[in-house]
């Protein structure tokens, strides 16, 4: 036996409303957020990531807020993030009952903020999320909800924000993301390859069979999705299931 | 049960607290010097880096009461690095003794894996363990450390290996430690904190 791949749902929120949408755009309501939580955490759900995906954070409040209910509902790990730009909202988001912090393009403006991150909570608890795009033979990185390209490459940047201070990275395919037609097998394997921490994957879920895919040749530590369990599309615990009869190692929950 | 929670500012402190109110315990979150000396069960939480917990439990001058609370035999139940400080000293901060109740360093694991150890392990029972009573073999628990205690040591009741073998379950008449985190570990969890509540009372 050894470390179990983790599954882990997603709630995209507009800070008080779980929302979802293709290519991060035409976005509609998915549910309660802290209804889904306490789903997902009886389901067997390995960890839970929420999101403030509100392109104007003016609503911080509510998000915190929100974060608190569905920690409270949670007996596994919750990662949070969103905006967060600074070392006060993480400490907010933390405060709130998040383990994990979840930054995104802040870190790509200013990556002293993960090394910041890391000395005040520790690398565990800071995720880098990268929204990578393919660009010919290579992936480029996006920020501000992947509407906006940078100069970076998804590769070199996943192994920088590993050395300031990332203790994983949260790699979501722009190209697969909200189309289910499967997980980017050559960028997840590429970042994980590439990187000491664990790597969720994520974007492009639907079969479980792009789960089996994800950990083997994606080399992936974990695979995130949102719809396919918001809509019930598949269960938590069949999909474990699944992933046990092909041979992949998962917690399932007695 | 009443349990004394020793908040010195960890992360993982609310979360903590709420899952032994689940069980039903008393909690008091303190880092006040008398009320952890009279503590008649004591918890210490910890996530994030080493020298952040010892550097706060000198801050507050709470060395010395923890290490009397321990010796006086007060149920003591440590919780990630809250395991961790109960040896010699960890790599991890080499100036820094630590509460030294243990021989022993606490060092990184190797390379050769993913680090942080991040996400749900399975134990292997080295003895008998109150901890882990109830608990079904092959369950469960959440890590989140680069860092670990050698798995030799009599106080060892359950390692876990990722890259080398390390102590996951810490057991020595009352006092108690796991590495994993019990308040994110779902129902098996749940048992451990029930388990050490009971083992307290």
Known sequence: MSLAHRIIPCLDTDGSRVVKGVHFEGLRDAGDPVELAARYNAEGADELVVLDIAAARDNRPTFLETIRRTSEQLAIPLSAGGGICSLEQARAVVRAGADKITVNTAAVQCPELLSRLSAEFGAQAVVLAIDAKRDGDHWQVRIRGGREATSLDAVEWARHGVTMGAGEILLTSVDRDGTQSGFDIDLTAAISNAVTVPVIASGGAKLPGHFVEVFTRGAADAALAASIFHDQIQSIRALKEFLRNAGVEVRLPC | ?201
Request: aromatic share 6%; net charge positive.
């Open chain 2, 1 to 201: 049960m009443n349990v004394t929670l020793i908040d010195y500012g960890a992360g993982n402190v609310p979360s903590v607290e709420r899952a032994l109110r689940r069980l039903g315990a008393q909690v008091e979150t303190t880092n006040n010097t008398e009320k952890i000396a009279k503590a008649r069960c004591l918890v210490l939480p910890g996530v994030g880096h080493c020298a952040a917990l010892i550097g706060a439990l000198d801050a507050h001058s709470l060395r010395h009461p923890i290490r009397q609370a321990i010796q006086r035999g007060t149920p003591f139940l440590g919780i990630c690095l809250g395991l961790q400080a109960l040896y010699e000293s960890s790599e991890e901060a080499p100036d820094l003794p630590s509460l030294g109740i243990f021989p022993g360093r606490v060092t990184r694991l190797p390379e050769t894996v993913k680090l942080p150890h991040m996400g749900w392990n399975t134990l292997t029972s080295t003895r008998t363990s109150r901890l882990l009573a109830s608990i079904p073999a092959g369950a469960y628990f959440y890590f989140a450390h680069s860092f670990a205690a050698p798995a030799a040591g009599q106080e060892s009741a359950a390692t876990c290996s990722h890259g080398r073998e390390f102590i996951a379950v810490l057991e020595k008449d009352n006092l108690f430690a796991v590495q994993f985190h019990p308040e994110k570990s779902g129902a098996a969890g749940a048992q451990v904190l029930q388990n050490f509540l009971r083992a307290a009372a």
